[in-house]
């Protein structure tokens, strides 16, 4: 038997250089001569399949074996990572493959774990090689305990401790251990600015997202120390003195002292400030395509200002978009201050290289795992093989995350190997569930808790069209509704929505439980769009309003069976416009929304013009706040001699309208003592909104503060201003996995005794 190639228990690459030393050192004891294999045997498996080793050799019975493919063998072996001994034995023309099976891990454990969910963690361990079922590996399990470790000092964690043990199963098993120690988190105790004189060290401070603690940070966990958020402090303290002129600020020093016990934290950081500088001009230098004067006008900073480094960061973005506009895509903005110290001034140049212009070969769109590719294509108005242009993927990434599918939308440019006059988008999208549970609720004295529900997707089955159905089971309105709008019935992206529904319905306060307004009907519309905001719809329908009998029915309704019939039929006429300009439907922060609708009723029984109008606008505000304003205007006139319809009411008060007064409840009230609405209606909302402490950059949640104002008329009662309702308030809003939700406890500001008044109200399924 000739001499066998014996590997340790050393890691793979190591063991190969032993092999290829050795066999250096002393080749005419391992050589082997070259010879034809009559056979090939595997010794010391367990529990990996033998296919797999025959798979890895790079030789087979017949073929002739050679030091080379030996070599080649074992390296083969080794990296399928099974294995941690592998040695070849020649005996007479058999080769004998002797293994030593890696440990598979049986389970992995965590003892004392309470600062970390267990399924992320162990999904972590198993992408990095530490999971059931997998080989075991000593030095993986080393790294990763010294990478928990980590995570614990990251959350401020510093008592933690992390103990691995490895328990010995029957067929070659293990299971791994993890054992944390977590111990109290250590808090910030202090932070000071050393070397402050512009501005006080407590307006600096109020910069930092670290904070010492408070009675807060329970919840926002600002007092707990990171070096990542920490460094974005000191980001965030040298923007500011930078966007007052200071040009030479610096931070010379940041000292971290942990206390002994490892509970407290406190924090030194010296600073420079340097002195602050005036701007006594803005050049343009470069090549700016013949343009320059389109370029200027988009410049913010201007001589005699302080300098101000965001003005200059926005204004080389602003240019840098303007070159996108014209297919330069890879356009270079480098911004120059030219500093005299001894006047204390700055001249800024803007040098502008464009590159080349590029057109999009391809369009990729990449994280939708449940919407077709075509319901974001169909929305981009930057098209493949087209030069291109800035605005317009701009515009498509607006319009992409305004469908309400996705949370997140975010388009790249990637440049074309080989092709210096190409590039290819790609569309990253992140998709959200687009079911929606609509639940609505409140309480008051009078009607305790109040219930109402609706389901509806808006992407159903990926398709980009809604699907819905309407149950609303509350005590006065009872509503079947099926509908199903089509957003791109035609390729020019004309919409379809075909509405089949059954209502009844009483006014509140009605006598008696029975439901004495029935309405079935169906209704087609049709949007077209004429720009990329404005869309016109037309539609046309037909309803059958029932007026019933029964005992306790408001007077009005009485009287308007009397005179007209128990039984009317319509075929209402609809049109409307709509501009969305807003930056996201659910969460909106800037832009504006405009819509009219009139329906039309000019032939059947009932003769009547309903007119809407909604007026919405959201402003940015500093601190992450925004301010959004709604208005809306509601008119019904009675035709052909006839009185407005009272089942065509518009009804206030309640989410939507007027906070803190009861749903429906505004406008005038029968002789009967039920709240039937009216033939017009106004209502202003205005949000102030404020980030929750502690979410980051998530705009899902938020806390705002209200004040409404509005009510409903009579056909012939006048408008005034006397006459409005007010409240005011605070609430929550929050888009959960279910819909837009919305909590809001309120007080009323401008009141009459007969009103009905609830404070606290909530609602899944609304905007505004």
Known sequence: MLPAFPIGPLRPAAALMVVLASAAAVPNAWAVA????????????????????????????????????????LRSLFATGLFKDVRIEIEGAVAVVIVDERSIIGSVTFVGLKEFDKEPLLKSLKDAGIGEGLPFDKALVDRAEQEIKRQYLSRSLYGAEVVTTVTPLERNRVNVTFTMTEGDAAHIKDIRIVGAGAFSERTLLDLFELTPGGWFTWYSKSDR????????????????????GYLEFAIESTQVTISPDKQTISISISIKEGQPYTVTSVRLEGDYLGKEKEFQSYILLRPGQPYRGDAVTETAKRFQDLFGLYGYAFARIEPRPEINRGAAQVAVVFAAEPQRRV????????????????VVRREFRQLEGAWYDGGLIKLSKERVDRLGYFKDVEVETNEVPGSPDEVDLVVKVTEKPTGNLMVGAGYSNAEKFTFTASVKQDNAFGSGNYMGIEVNTSRYNRTLVVSTVDPYWTVDGISRAIDVFYRTSRPINSLGDAYDLKTPGAAVRFGVPFSEYDTVFMGVGIERTEIGASTGIPLSYLNYRVLYGDKTNSFPITIGW????????????????????FEWAAAGDVRYLRTNLQYQEYWPLPLRMSVGVNAELGLGKGLGGKPFPVFKNF?????????????????????????????KRLNVNTELYFPVPGSGSDKSLRIFMFGDAGNVWREDEPVTAASLRASAGFGLSWISPVGPLKLSWGKPLRVQHNDRIQRFQFQIGTAF
Do not use: C, M
């Open 651 to 679: 009804y206030g008060g309640g989410l939507g309208t007027v906070r803190a007064f009861e749903q429906g409840s505004l406008g005038v009230v029968d002789p009967t003592g039920a709240y039937i609405g009216g033939a």
């Open 225 to 244: 120390y990171s070096r990542s958020k920490l460094n974005a402090d000191l980001e965030k303290l040298r923007a500011y003195y930078v966007n007052r």
């Open 34 to 73: 070259p010879f034809v294999l009559k056979d090939i045997r595997v010794e010391g498996l367990q529990r990996t399949d033998p296919g797999t080793v025959f798979a890895a050799l790079p030789f087979r019975i017949g073929d002739t074996y050679s030091d080379d493919k030996g070599s080649a063998a």
């Open 578 to 597: 709509a501009r969305d300009a807003r930056d996201s439907v659910l969460v909106p922060t800037a832009g504006r929304y405009q819509r009219v609708n």
């Open 359 to 374: 057109y999009v070969r391809r369009i990729e769109v990449a994280g939708n795992t449940r919407s077709r590719d075509e």
